[in-house]
């Protein structure tokens, strides 16, 4: 039997609304294990102050399973399964088909009251969605609405100003290596301590926090080697998910989502020149000579570094002046977004035994981790940089609220690394508080006083442990 495409649509969303006949979504889809944005997600969803939550972030970081998790706590709190709609367009035969020709259907043939919930993945692939899902918002004030895509790209330039009244964009990043943790059943029974607190804590106690830490180091390593994807978690086969990380993630997103929203003319320049961030992750971006090498003129390689930032596959680091001010000639630091991304794309297996390896890596994974926290909090409030005079006077990690500096946090990942009095985490040390040192060993930890200026060190494996920790 040939059928029309009203009849082929209705097929096609009683395929992926199963729980319409089940009452329930599939274990498979629904884990119990929930990311650190399930929360904040959840939390703007069913909101009094209407906002529809607009996932963003890499392919293969869970956007989809957070739906779906929403979707099952509906379900459980005794939710009319067929309010429920999902839908994505990826699995479309027809991709002209929009979302609003699939909602008429859905509530011709399945629920015609408004108070239904809409969740729509893959959202991008329609180019009318942000209209319609604001017609939605304006005009059906008892139905909530969903929006996330792969093309993290076009769904938040959709999602932007026109839309802030209406949509509220949750980025999604990679694991933390709390999550990472806790997902590999590593869980870790400490109390809830503000990070930049520690130096307050009692001795016995900081004590106690590190020793438990210490029992992960080995999962630190597997962390920096795999990176924070929800699906390869779980593996121990490096070479394996590398080359998955290179085809789903590096791929798609280069050849498909950035193309699909950017003027993009050359899609092997982009790839080539996305390979040397990931060789340089954590240097000062230098155009002349990134143009050079990679063979693209000033003004494309600008627009390219741009559409990598927000496909999020790498995070820029503004150079930042004390007390707030930008620098006069300000340089920016390029970082890829995920260690384990830079290990897929330049291969790396040997992370443990190479000094300059881990340095990079462990800088790269502090100021992930530093960015995700505190932008999560409030991207708007929190600025997070670094600092770097004309001396050549460095700070790795400079954390600003309104523009007032908080914190600064230096990434020596050496035995015992020595401070000098002349490293910028001593030239601009603030009077109350200590900066901290990000070190190498699980055991070099405490407060110190170097040339009048307090210091605290602090292994990096718990440094990005408990950053992930408060978080959740």
């Not at 294990?33 to 970081?61: A, D, M, Q, T, W």
């Not at 709190?77 to 709609?85: A, D, W």
């Not at 000579?289 to 003004?299: E, H, K, L, Q, V």
């Not at 926290?373 to 001396?391: H, P, Q």
Request: hydrophobic residues 35%.
């Amino acid at each position: 039997m040939v059928m029309n495409e009203e009849q082929l649509i209705l097929r096609n969303i009683q395929e992926q609304n199963r729980w319409w006949i089940t009452g329930k979504v599939d274990t498979e889809l629904a884990p119990s294990f929930k990311r650190n944005e399930y929360k904040r997600v959840k939390y703007v969803f069913f909101n009094k102050i209407r906002r529809f939550p607009v996932l963003s972030g890499p392919r293969r970081v869970g956007k989809s399973t957070i739906m779906f998790q929403i979707i099952d706590e509906l379900l459980s709190e005794g939710v009319k399964p067929s309010r429920i709609l999902f839908y994505t367009l990826d699995d479309f035969p027809n991709d002209n088909v929009t979302i609003k020709e699939v909602v008429r259907v859905y509530q011709k043939f399945v629920y015609p009251d408004q108070d239904y919930y809409l969740f729509i993945d893959e959202a991008q692939k329609d180019k009318t969605w942000k209209s319609y899902v604001k017609e939605i918002y304006d005009l059906n004030k008892k139905c909530l609405v969903m929006i996330s895509g792969s093309s993290s790209v076009e769904i938040e330039r959709d999602s932007g100003e026109s839309g802030a009244a209406r949509f509220l964009t949750i980025k999604i990043p990679t694991f933390s290596f709390y999550e990472f943790c806790e997902i590999n059943g590593k869980h870790l029974n400490l109390p809830n301590v503000d990070v930049f607190k520690l130096h307050a804590l009692p001795l016995d106690e900081q004590t106690m926090i590190y020793n438990n830490i210490a029992t992960l180091n080995s999962e630190f390593y597997r962390y920096l080697r795999l990176g924070g994807f929800p699906e390869y978690a779980l593996s121990e086969d490096y070479n394996y998910v590398s080359r998955l990380i290179r085809d789903q993630v590096v791929s798609k997103a280069i050849r498909q989502d950035i193309p699909s929203s950017h003027p993009i003319r050359d899609v092997d320049a982009l790839a080539n020149l996305y390979a040397y961030f990931c060789y340089h992750s954590g240097d000062i971006i230098k155009i002349e000579t990134i143009s050079s090498s990679i063979g693209i003129d000033r003004s494309t390689c600008n627009l390219y570094i741009d559409a990598l930032e927000k496909a999020n596959l790498i995070y820029i680091s503004d150079q930042l002046d004390a007390s707030g001010k930008k620098a006069l000639k300000p340089k920016r630091k390029i970082y890829i977004s995920d260690y384990g991304v830079r290990c897929a794309v330049t291969r790396i297996n040997d992370i443990v035994t190479d000094d300059n390896e881990l340095g990079m890596a462990i800088e790269t994974v502090s100021l992930k981790h530093t960015r995700d926290y505190f932008l999560s909090v409030d991207n708007e409030l929190y600025n997070v940089g670094y600092i770097r005079n004309d001396k050549g006077q460095e700070i790795d990690i400079i954390i600003q609220e309104n523009g007032r500096d908080i914190q600064y946090v230096e990434a020596k990942y050496r035995h015992k690394a020595h401070i000098k009095d002349s490293d910028g985490i001593i030239v601009y040390g603030m009077k109350d508080v200590p900066g901290y040192v990000v070190s190498k060993e699980v055991d070099d930890f405490g407060l110190f006083d170097r040339n009048g200026t307090k210091l605290y060190r602090i292994p990096a494996l718990a440094y990005a442990y408990l950053l992930g920790k408060n978080k959740e």
